[in-house]
């Protein structure tokens, strides 16, 4: 049976990092990213508003879906990680149902302060593509307002209520990431290879920082 590995949460939690983490454990995973199909169509189109940009994130998650329920049909199992919430859930159910997959959330959740923070700090790094911040990008060129340009703390809260990030398809595993350097990684990685009977890799030794993966 395929199986399906979701990693969810909030901005700042970590999600592709911990992705990163269990693609290296578990080889024979087809990592699949949401946020690649949409940088993706971004260079390749470009948008000049917020208009644009949401249409262009409407076909990408589209392109998305089919991408996950083909690897699943085709017997493969999938990691996907992004900031899944309630809006993701009916889509993503059917994919399991229709695929008959084996599905497991990694629900990533700590202190909403100290999320906040490090997702500051992430939308401020060089690596960032520009797509998830501007209004306006072509290849090379990006301009207008900031989409998220250093919300709140309230309204990032705000959001994340609304949203809710702890969508439960399948098993639940939620973890507290409030410090990364507490996680307990071997733990989830046995946990994961007795409940989903995917073989894992030894482990890599690497010091784990407390910043926003």
């Known amino acids: 049976m395929s199986k399906l590995i979701i990693i969810t949460g909030c901005p700042g939690t970590g999600k592709s990092y911990f992705a990163r ?8 995973l087809v990592v699949l990213s949401y946020d690649h199909f949409k940088e993706v169509n971004w260079d390749r189109c470009g ?5 644009e940009k949401a249409a262009l994130n409407r076909r990408s998650l589209q392109e998305f879906y089919a991408a996950v329920a083909e690897e699943l049909r085709l017997g493969r199992s999938v990691l996907i990680e992004y900031p899944f919430n309630q809006s ?10 229709d695929t008959g ?3 497991f959330t990694l629900y990533l959740h ?7 923070r490090r997702s500051i700090a992430r939308d401020g790094c060089d690596g960032r593509h520009p797509g998830h911040l501007f209004n306006v990008y072509h290849r090379g060129h990006a301009s207008g307002s900031a989409e998220n340009c250093q919300p709140s703390l309230e309204d990032f809260l705000e959001g994340c209520r609304k949203k809710n990030y702890d969508i439960r398809l399948g098993e639940n595993i939620p973890v507290d990431v409030t410090s990364f350097a507490h996680i307990p990684y071997e733990e989830i990685i046995r946990t994961l290879q007795i409940r989903t009977g995917l073989q894992a890799c030894p482990a890599v030794e690497e010091e784990h920082h407390d910043t926003g993966h």
């Open 21 to 28: 983490l269990l693609a290296e454990r578990f080889p024979q």
């Open 47 to 51: 948008f000049d508003n917020a208009e």
């Open 88 to 97: 993701h859930v009916p889509a993503l159910q059917r994919i399991i149902d």
């Open 101 to 103: 997959a084996q599905a």
């Open 110 to 116: 700590g202190d909403m302060e100290t999320m906040y």
